[in-house]
């Protein structure tokens, strides 16, 4: 475990967060969720001797939240975040989003899922709230970077800052973070990117005395209690879990089912349809006649994914770029796998998969990253999925 120790600054050198002066004439506002993670990002920037502020969004509902465990930025995470300054000596804002993370984030969410979408809120969150909003208060207070708790590095490469990977591939959050554009990037920081492991950050939170140094990790999306995403959408969209029939892939009806949304690509429990012989798949949602489409584990395959919104944070124009060979992410909890990249226009592209992948979802991110690096290329959307030939 290596930790920055602070050095007199001569001539043009760069401190640890690449700035050429000392570390207490630089201002580094650190984004403050009330995990171990980003309590140790301030607190080791602050032994460094940084001019640390800390900031803590309350994004929902904060009262709702205080029974609620393994959530994050409301009830005893933003207590949690708080002891931490004061147990550092730093100072600690609470910014209340709320307006804006519904407005940005969970309308959104509710939106998607109506539409047969598989949405990945964390991602508009990073995008929206944490990487645009806070980070524009971050400048406000003069702050010369931002630094966060992800797991994920930054590098300075020819043509400027670059996002890789992080050195800890279980621990890797760059496929929610494909969105950060390059001017983001130029005043992000993410100190614990290149540790090998959680046992590490853990470890180190021990050392500066943190009482969060075993709290354990976020689980599943903070606004959805339990995982429980159709009660959500149900009380955001009323009458959103209308019934419809469940139907093969040549229309005929099969079953009915309880709602659309209670329903996700590649789902196979729960269907209530057995005795019909080969295992069935949901293979596409048709919200517009409220059916569930099922067929056979084969129709899950997919080699052409359409994708949209392409944020590009790699070399060069991707308007012109011609068709080049990457790795692309389509779940976050699967690895990069090899790909081609067609650019279709200035956000949009074709990725054709070398292998077939199955439950390809709309509403799933499609991160790109160099076929032989850890360098990520950006990412966009996934739109309404091709069936492999």
Same mark, same amino acid.
């Given at each position: ?43 080791m920037l ?39 300054a ?10 209340? !989003? ?9 309308? #959104? &969410?509710?939106?998607?899922? *109506? @539409? +047969? ?57 760059? !496929? ?9 990037? #130029? &005043?992000?920081?993410?100190? *614990? @990117? +290149?540790?090998?492991s ?29 995982g429980?995403?159709a009660?959500?959408i ?135 990253y ?20």
């Open positions: 475990m290596t930790i920055a120790t602070p050095v007199p600054l001569r001539g043009n050198a760069l401190n640890s967060l690449g700035f050429p002066k000392p570390p207490a004439q630089t201002r580094v506002v650190v984004a403050m969720s009330g995990g171990v993670d980003s309590s140790v990002v301030a607190a602050a032994d460094e001797g940084y001019d640390v502020v800390g900031v803590t969004l309350q994004l929902y509902d904060h009262g709702a939240a205080l029974a609620k465990k393994g959530a994050c930025c409301a009830g005893q995470d933003i207590h949690d975040a708080r002891r931490v004061e147990r550092i000596g730093f100072p600690h804002y609470v910014l209340d !989003y709320e307006n804006r993370f519904r407005e940005s984030v969970i309308e #959104e &969410f509710a939106d998607a899922y *109506l @539409g +047969g979408a598989t949405p990945v809120p964390c991602i508009r969150c990073n995008e929206r709230v944490k990487f645009r909003d806070l980070l524009e208060t971050a400048r406000d207070l003069d702050a010369d970077c931002m630094a966060t708790g992800h797991y994920i590095r930054r590098r300075t490469g020819p043509s400027g800052a670059e996002l890789h990977m992080a050195a800890d591939s279980q621990r890797d959050q760059s !496929y929610f973070l494909f969105s950060t554009t390059r001017e983001q990037l #130029e &005043f992000l920081r993410f100190p *614990l @990117g +290149g540790l090998a959680k046992a590490e950050t853990r470890a180190l939170a021990t050392r500066y005395g943190l009482t969060v140094a075993d709290k354990p990790d976020s689980q599943d999306i903070c606004f959805v209690p339990n429980n995403y009660s959500v149900e009380k955001l969209r009323p009458g959103a879990a209308d019934p419809g029939d469940i139907v093969d892939l040549d229309g005929t009806v099969l079953g009915t089912h309880k709602g659309v949304i209670h329903y996700t690509i590649g789902q196979r429990r729960g269907l209530a349809i057995g005795g019909l012989g080969e295992p069935l798949y949901v293979v596409r949602l048709d919200p517009a006649r409220r059916q569930v489409v099922v067929g056979p584990r084969s129709a899950l395959a997919t080699r052409t994914v359409p994708i949209a919104e392409i944020n590009w944070i790699g070399d060069g124009d991707f308007t012109d770029m011609p068709a080049r060979e990457i790795a692309v992410r389509i779940r976050s909890t699967r690895p990069p796998r090899a790909a081609i990249l067609r650019p279709t226009g200035s956000d949009s592209a074709t990725v054709e998969l070398i292998e077939a992948e199955e439950g390809v979802s709309p509403g799933q991110a499609c991160v790109f160099e076929t032989d690096g850890t360098r990520v290329l950006g990412g966009g959307w996934i739109q309404t999925r091709e069936r492999a030939a």
